[in-house]
C-alpha cells in the first residue's frame, strides 16, 4: 500500500457545546477519489473546510505527505496544492476568462502561459462560448462548470468538493458528473461530499460515510493498490503513525 | 431683497468670468479633492483591516470609529487650530491659515467616514470572495483587492459621503483657513461671509456652484465605477 497524500488525526469541531465534527482520522491516497456522503448537518461541509484552511478545528495532528502541517495556520504553500470549490460557487465579478485565469495570475503565471491554459480549461468545462461573459450572469450549472475549470486548472493534488451536483436540472448535473469523472481519473485526489448517487457510484470512488459528525466504521479496506502507481511518497513515509490508522474508507460495492 | 434680481445678478457673476468667485471655487476643489487623495487609501486600508483582521481593541476602535462620524467639524478645527497655532505642539511647523491646514482638517473629517463605509461594506461582503480568492491561492494583498473589488459599491458609496462632507464642512476650514481671500477662502466660508455683508447675490452663486462641484465629482465617480454599480 502507498502512503498517503494527507493525513487527519482527531479532528473535532465544536460551535458552542455542539460537536459537529469528531472523526479519528482520515487518510487520503493519491490517485485515489472519494465520495463523502452523510446526511445534511452530519459535518462534510466541516470536514472539507478544515482540510482546506477555511475553518479551525482541534486536531492531533495533520501530515501533508509525510511532513506535520498546521491547518490552523494554513502554509501559504498547501493553499497551492489543495483547492475547495463551493456548494454555491462564488464567481468574482469579471470575465469568465478572468474567473478561470484568476489562480493562475496569483501564482505569477505569465500572460502568454496563462491564456494557454485558460483557453484550454474553457474547453475542458465545454464553456468556450461564454469565456468573454460576465461571470456572474452565468446559469448555476455553468458557473459549477467555471469553478471546477477555475479549481482544476491550477492542478492541484487535492480537490475538495462541496456538493457539486446539489441543486442543478438533469441536463447540468450530468455535464458535472462527467467532469467529476474525468477529475477521479487524473492525477489528483478529489473528495466529494454529495448525495448524488451517479457520483457516489463511479467506478474507482471510495466511500466515506460520515454519522453524526462521526466517520461511520463499516468496515472495508482500501484495497491494495497498483505498486506501479505514481506515489508522491517515498518508502520511506510508509511507516508514518496513519499506517497504523485504522481504514475508515468504505470501498464501494 | 428680490430673490429673482438676485438669482439672475447670481448666474451673472457666474457667466462673465468673474476671477474672485472662481479663485473660490478653485480652492474649494483643490482642498477638498486633495484631502479626499490622502485620506481615501489610508481609510480604505484602515476599514478592510478592521472587516477582517482579529485582535485586541478592534472593537472599540470600530466604536470610536463610529463615535467619530458625529464629531462636529467645528471642534476638529478647534483641536488642530490648537496643535497648529504657536504655541501649539506643531507650531514650528506654520500651517495654521494655510491651505494645507484646511487640506489636514478635512482629511481628519473624511476618514471616519470613509472608514466606517468601507467597514460595513466589506463586512457585508460574501464570506465566499475571501474563501474563494484564498483557495485560489491568493496572498493577503490579492485577497484584499479582490473582496474591495467585489463591493466597489460600497466603497464608492464611503467616497461620495466622505467627499460630500468635507467639500461642504464650513467650522474647520474657517478655523484652521482662517477664510483668507484669494488663498484659504473656499465656497462654504465665501457664502457663510457674503451672506453676513447681505451680498446675497454672491451667496446664491457659490451655492450653486457648490451643488454643480458635488454632482459634477459624483457622476463622474459613478461613470469610473461603471458595471457593477446601480441596478
Known sequence: MNAPLFVIEKIRKQFGARVVLDVGGLALHAGQSYALTGDNGAGKTTLLRVIAGLESAQLARALYRGLAVNLCAYPEWLRRDVIYVHQHPYLFRTSVKDNIGYGLKARGAPYRERELLVQEAVRWARVEHLIDSPAHKLSAGEKQRVALARARVLKPRLFLLDEPTANLDAESRQQVVTLIRDLCDSDGVAVIACHDQEIIQLPGIYRLHLQAGQIDHRGGQLPARDPSDRSPLGASAASTPAESLKWQAVAND | ?231
Open chain 2, 1 to 231: 431683497m428680490d430673490w429673482l434680481t438676485t438669482t439672475r445678478k447670481a448666474f451673472a457673476l457666474l457667466f462673465t468670468g468673474d476671477a474672485d468667485l472662481w479663485t473660490i471655487i478653485f480652492v474649494s476643489l483643490k482642498v477638498s479633492l486633495l484631502a479626499m487623495l490622502f485620506a481615501t487609501p489610508l481609510a480604505i486600508g484602515i476599514g478592510y483591516l478592521l472587516a477582517t483582521a482579529s485582535f485586541r481593541g478592534r472593537k472599540l476602535l470600530i466604536h470610536l470609529n463610529q463615535g467619530l462620524l458625529a464629531s462636529p467639524t467645528v471642534v476638529i478645527g478647534l483641536l488642530l487650530y490648537l496643535l497648529l497655532s504657536r504655541q501649539g505642539v506643531f507650531g514650528s511647523l506654520h500651517l495654521l491659515f494655510t491651505r494645507r491646514a484646511m487640506i489636514l482638517g478635512q482629511i481628519i473629517i473624511a476618514l471616519p467616514v470613509l472608514v466606517a463605509f468601507t467597514l460595513s461594506a466589506v463586512q457585508g461582503a460574501d464570506p465566499r470572495v475571501q474563501e474563494t480568492s484564498l483557495s485560489l491561492g491568493a496572498g493577503q494583498l490579492r485577497t484584499a483587492v479582490t473582496t474591495l473589488t467585489e463591493v466597489r459599491f460600497g466603497v464608492m458609496a464611503a467616497v461620495f459621503s466622505a467627499f460630500g462632507r468635507v467639500v461642504s464642512e464650513i467650522g474647520c476650514s474657517l478655523m484652521v483657513g482662517g477664510n483668507i481671500a484669494g488663498f484659504t477662502r473656499n465656497i462654504p466660508t465665501a457664502i457663510a461671509l457674503e451672506t453676513s455683508k447681505g451680498e446675497f447675490a454672491e451667496g446664491i452663486a457659490l451655492g450653486f456652484m457648490l451643488l454643480a462641484v458635488a454632482l459634477i465629482v459624483n457622476f463622474s465617480l459613478a461613470f469610473l465605477q461603471g458595471e457593477g454599480g446601480l441596478k
